[in-house]
Nanobody, 124 residues
Framework: QVQLVESGGGLVQAGESLRLSCAASGRTFDNYAMGWFRQVPGKEREFVAGISSSGRIPYYADSVKGRFTISRDNAKNTVYLQMNSLKPEDTAVYYC?????????????????WGQGTQVTVSS
């Protein structure tokens, strides 16, 4: 069993930055890949970024490439999402998730564990 707790969401203006954190507990953190997803009401949950179990290989959705950076600290059992140059369309609930394979999937159903989500709101 893996428990995931996100933090760092909030209300910012367009162009500003936020850093989300996801603290993991339960199983050996560095055995699994991690992903960040986001969801707005009425839409499907979408992939934002993922990182391999080693932390060496990041993956990004085209919509955030060049603005968001995913990283992980396996010593702290934590994954981060640094979000720069935020836009109003980035407004969503952001979720972290654990994929028990080494390489993250972009598909939500491939993830075994999910956090409760943290709201990010970007005003124009």
């Amino acid at each position: 069993q893996v428990q995931l707790v996100e933090s760092g969401g909030g209300l910012v203006q367009a162009g500003e930055s936020l850093r989300l954190s996801c603290a993991a507990s339960g199983r050996t953190f560095d055995n699994y890949a991690m992903g960040w997803f986001r969801q707005v009401p009425g839409k499907e949950r979408e992939f934002v970024a993922g990182i391999s179990s080693s932390g060496r290989i990041p993956y990004y959705a085209d919509s955030v490439k060049g603005r968001f950076t995913i990283s992980r600290d396996n010593a702290k059992n934590t994954v981060y999402l640094q979000m720069n140059s935020l836009k109003p369309e980035d407004t969503a609930v952001y979720y972290c998730a654990a994929d028990l394979r080494a390489i993250p999937s972009t598909t939500p159903r491939q993830y075994e564990y999910w956090g409760q989500g943290t709201q990010v709101t970007v005003s124009s």
